[in-house]
């Protein structure tokens, strides 16, 4: 059997009989981020993805991976402070193994201040951060924001400085070619209809596994509805666009009122994204994404008359109860969900990832309760 790598020339697939220790299902952020997290604890892994790595949420273009507000504290925020933290790690790495680029820079973001009230609320914050980040990053009040960068700061601006980008296609690319490079196999064009412990069905026939790992974005709530008895997620889509400017490859990121300004250090910036949960088409894009194109040239003047080179929608992945579900699904013996991380998939991937590999060998882990199959399902899915 055929397929295309991620970098367009044909490979074999798995030979007949070829059973991997784990099979993931999805070529995503999650699902690549588990499998190399796998081979990285020996086990041989194979992809199944139904079009072709990132062609879903992962192919977007904004790529902002920010923290939570540091106040209330609790283990989802310690989960993403970790994962941000140690981004810089596993993306050099990957892109040492790959060759490929994947945009990755700790740029930090900057957030206007627009009356007194929010100036108070961004002090508490910084207090926060201090003690919560522990002096890994800051949370710091500005009173010196360039205005042709960020507009509306009218009591100043804060400037966080744990904020990192990355560019989500290149490091789609980049993970995909350095899961190849360490014995992955990535079969693209493979869709899987239905998955049973050890087994999964696809368009091409069976494939047997030891460990079955699900991580298809929105269709894979579909994949796991016949065990649980319900749909565990849905997609909202989200558009976005990339513009041309002459921006500085280190300007740190903009964020207002859910909108993100995020410069890509190649001379390109994307603004994004919309949240819609009803659409027509998913993959369109209209008139909601040209009101983020003008929200985001009056938070960020430098970007007044710059060209649209690209207007992207695609659903992003969705639980019930927002967070990820990560572990086992009940009713599917040895299957488990890496699934659903909706918004902050890029920035706790590589964290999440590598839990997933040591929870499919048996080990036990350290999960934030919120993120557990067992919460989603502790007072129903509709909850």
Not at 45 to 56: D, N, S
Not at 202 to 209: E, H, Q
Not at 278 to 286: G, S
Request: charge should be neutral; aromatic fraction near 6%; charged fraction near 20%.
């Amino acid at each position: 059997m055929t397929i295309a790598n991620p970098s367009g020339r044909a490979a074999r697939g798995p030979e007949r009989g070829f059973a991997p220790d784990l099979l993931v299902v999805g070529a995503g952020i999650f699902g690549l981020s588990v499998a190399w997290a796998a081979l990285k604890r020996g086990l041989s892994v194979a992809v199944l993805e139904a079009e072709t790595p990132g062609a879903g949420a992962s192919g977007g273009i904004v790529g902002a991976l920010s923290p939570h507000v540091p106040e209330q504290w609790n283990p989802k925020k310690q989960f993403q402070l970790d994962a941000l933290l140690s981004a810089g790690t596993h993306w050099a790495e990957v892109a040492a193994i790959s060759g490929v680029d994947p945009g990755y820079a700790r740029t930090g973001r900057l957030m206007p201040l627009s009356d007194a009230e929010a100036r108070e609320r961004a002090a508490d914050r910084a207090r926060g951060a201090a003690v919560h980040w522990g002096g890994a990053a800051e949370w710091r009040l500005r009173d010196d924001a360039d205005p042709g960068w960020l507009a509306g700061a009218a009591c100043g601006a804060v400037h966080e400085t744990l904020s990192a980008r990355i560019f989500p296609r290149a490091a789609v690319r980049a993970l995909a070619a350095a899961v190849e490079a360490r014995g992955g196999r990535i079969r693209s064009g493979c869709a899987v209809r239905a998955v049973a412990g050890g087994r999964v069905e696809t368009d091409m026939g069976p494939v047997i596994a030891g460990r079955i790992v699900i991580a298809a974005g929105v269709p894979g709530f579909g994949l796991m509805a016949p065990a649980l008895g319900q749909v565990a997620g849905q997609g909202v889509k989200g558009q976005a666009a990339l513009l041309r400017a002459d921006v500085p490859p280190d300007a740190p990121m903009l964020y207002h009122d859910g909108l993100y300004v995020v410069p890509h250090g190649n001379g390109l910036v994307a603004v994004g994204s919309t949240s819609e949960n009803r659409w027509d088409e998913a993959r369109a894009t209209d008139g909601l994404l040209d009101d983020v194109l003008v929200r985001a040239r009056a938070l960020c003047p430098a970007l007044e008359g710059a060209e649209v080179v690209e207007r992207w929608a695609g659903l992003r992945p969705k639980a019930r109860r927002r967070d990820p579900m990560l572990g086992e699904i009940p009713g599917l013996a040895g299957v488990y969900s890496a699934n659903g991380a909706f918004k902050i998939g890029f920035g706790i991937a590589h964290h999440a990832g590598a839990l997933v590999a040591r929870m499919v060998t048996g080990e036990a882990v350290d999960l934030p309760e919120s993120f557990t199959v067992a919460h989603h399902l502790s007072r129903g899915l509709r909850a």
